[in-house]
């Protein structure tokens, strides 16, 4: 836990800040790290021939 | 009263997916297709390679018509091989991990995907590269945990980390059926390569059987032996 992120950081590289939370580096900065939320929804996409 | 969530873990548990026929199904089809093209492309062989060219190869004379009509045949039958080379590639099954959709193979699937997440995943993640990132969160957090030495750090680091392994299995059906998505891609891609390489072929062929059928047609007067009736005896009047 420090308040400075690590230097030269890398995509999905962690770090916990001086409150404790995790943030992750998405490419460009120190993002939270989230909780995904539950959903069942159904992937939009079928890739299929003619029924048989 | 309590809502029962499915337990994504468990085996043999029905997923919101199943509700969709498996984006493999479509593998069966595009081989299907692709078995097709070369059942066409050696049938084109076969004839290259049946009695019409070869009793015309029996007429050429001299050295250079010879060659020509050796090099036409060689231009044909590799417009063929290249046709079945390509295609038969189809069938050859690619090996699909999450590093495959970074490659430039699925870039354009990637597009469609992250034009509209929410259609694709629902909640789960904002884009390809958010569903794919928590395995690799997870992995440094469990390493941050085995080289941390403070309990009370070690001990945020596994909160944390348990937070992404849930991520994980919340996400992993998801991920699945990117992995099915992005393999039928790859067939589709490589189909749709075979089918460009298959016109080049037919351009091949069609080069190859003019060059060949041009140069055993210059080769002169073909003499055919006609039979003609022979009178032998002399007729004979009856008065």
């Known amino acids: 836990m420090s308040d400075v992120p690590p230097p030269n950081p890398r995509a999905n590289d962690v770090w916990i800040d001086d409150r404790g939370e995790l943030r992750y580096f998405n490419g460009n900065d120190w993002v939270p790290y989230p909780d995904v939320p539950d959903g069942d929804l159904q992937p939009g996409a079928v890739i299929k021939g003619e029924e048989d | 009263m309590t809502l029962q969530r499915p337990d994504p873990a468990a085996p043999?548990?029905?997923?919101?997916?199943?509700?969709?026929?498996?984006?493999?199904?479509?593998?069966?089809?595009?081989?299907?297709?692709?078995?097709?093209?070369?059942?066409?492309?050696?049938?084109?062989?076969?004839?290259?390679?049946?009695?019409?060219?070869?009793?015309?190869?029996?007429?050429?004379?001299?050295?250079?018509?010879?060659?020509?009509?050796?090099?036409?045949?060689?231009?044909?039958?590799?417009?063929?091989?290249?046709?079945?080379?390509?295609?038969?590639?189809?069938?050859?099954?690619?090996?699909?991990?999450?590093?495959?959709?970074?490659?430039?193979?699925t870039k354009e699937l990637r597009e469609i995907i992250d034009a509209t997440p929410a259609d694709f995943f629902g909640l789960a993640a904002t884009s390809v590269e958010d569903l794919l990132r928590h395995r690799a969160i997870a992995a440094n957090l469990s390493q941050a945990v085995m080289a941390e030495g403070d309990p009370?750090?070690?001990?945020?680091?596994?909160?944390?980390?348990?937070?992404?392994?849930?991520?994980?299995?919340?996400?992993?059906?998801?991920?699945?059926?990117?992995?099915?998505?992005?393999?039928?891609?790859?067939?589709?891609?490589?189909?749709?390569?075979?089918?460009?390489?298959?016109?080049?072929?037919?351009?091949l062929v069609a080069a190859g059987a003019v060059a060949f059928f041009w140069v055993t047609g210059q080769q002169g007067t073909v003499y055919v032996p006609v039979l003609t009736p022979q009178i032998t005896a002399p007729p004979t009047h009856h008065t």
Do not use: C, K
């Open chain 2, 12 to 105: 043999g548990t029905p997923m919101p997916f199943d509700a969709l026929p498996s984006p493999l199904d479509a593998v069966d089809d595009l081989r299907s297709a692709a078995r097709w093209m070369i059942a066409a492309a050696g049938a084109v062989g076969a004839v290259l390679l049946s009695g019409g060219p070869l009793v015309a190869v029996g007429r050429v004379t001299g050295l250079g018509h010879a060659l020509i009509a050796g090099a036409a045949l060689v231009v044909a039958l590799a417009g063929v091989g290249l046709a079945i080379w390509q295609t038969s590639l189809v069938l050859v099954p690619p090996v699909t991990t999450p590093s495959t959709l970074r490659q430039d193979s």
């Open chain 2, 152 to 203: 009370r750090r070690r001990a945020v680091l596994e909160r944390h980390l348990r937070r992404a392994q849930a991520n994980i299995a919340r996400t992993d059906p998801y991920v699945r059926w990117l992995l099915a998505t992005a393999h039928v891609w790859q067939i589709q891609a490589a189909l749709r390569r075979a089918r460009w390489f298959s016109l080049v072929a037919v351009v």
